[in-house]
């Protein structure tokens, strides 16, 4: 069951969903808007080798925005955290943006129950595109889980920034 906007914002009231920051303008009617923070991560190798940290560089969106070239990848996050011990957080991409050939993940839209961190978007974009900081770029919706909940504990608990891949811990 997904939470409808009115329910998100009761939920963040009754502390049951976690939101750092919170703005009654960001409720949709089953979501909640999530803005672009101010860092980028772009990898450096040319192959990305799951049983190593790859080399990545971080990048600090300027205020007058920054232009991605056409089918370029790059790591961004949500300006807040966010996260509930209750229910199932999904990130989605805009429309808005969709519209514009950006996808805001690759595959991967889950988060945790248990996570409360800022969100790791996987940027991908079809056309060239200029991005800024503090734009609205995609969405989280709340879903009501069926089940013994066990809290998550894993590689990206407590997010500040994008996360690169820590796939190598799981070589170890
Ligand atoms: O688009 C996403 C998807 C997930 N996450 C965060 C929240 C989620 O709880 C955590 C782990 O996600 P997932 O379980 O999909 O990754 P994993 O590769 O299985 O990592 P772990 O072993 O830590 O579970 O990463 C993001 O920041 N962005």
């Not at 808007?33 to 860092?39: A, F, H, K, N």
Request: proline share 4%; net charge neutral; hydrophobic share 35%.
């Amino acid at each position: 069951m997904i939470l409808t906007g009115n329910e998100i914002t009761k939920e963040f009231y009754s502390g049951k969903i976690k939101f750092s920051q919170f703005d009654m303008v960001k409720i949709g009617t089953n979501s909640y808007d999530l803005c672009l923070g101010s860092e980028l991560i772009f990898y450096q190798d040319d192959i990305l080798d799951v049983k190593k940290e790859n080399k990545y560089k971080i990048i600090e969106i300027p205020d007058e925005g920054i232009v991605i070239p056409k089918h370029s990848f790059c790591l961004g996050s949500s300006s807040i955290k966010l996260g509930s011990d209750f229910y199932v957080p999904i990130i989605h991409g805009k429309s808005t943006t969709a519209r514009m050939g950006l996808f805001v993940h690759i595959t991967a839209d889950l988060i945790d129950i248990g996570f409360y961190g800022t969100t790791t978007f996987q940027l991908h974009n079809l056309l060239p595109i200029k991005l800024y900081k503090g734009m609205p770029i995609a969405q989280v919706s709340f879903w009501k889980p069926k089940g013994d909940i066990v809290l998550y504990d894993g590689k990206y608990q407590g997010a500040e920034t994008p996360l690169t891949s820590k796939v190598y811990k799981d070589f170890r």
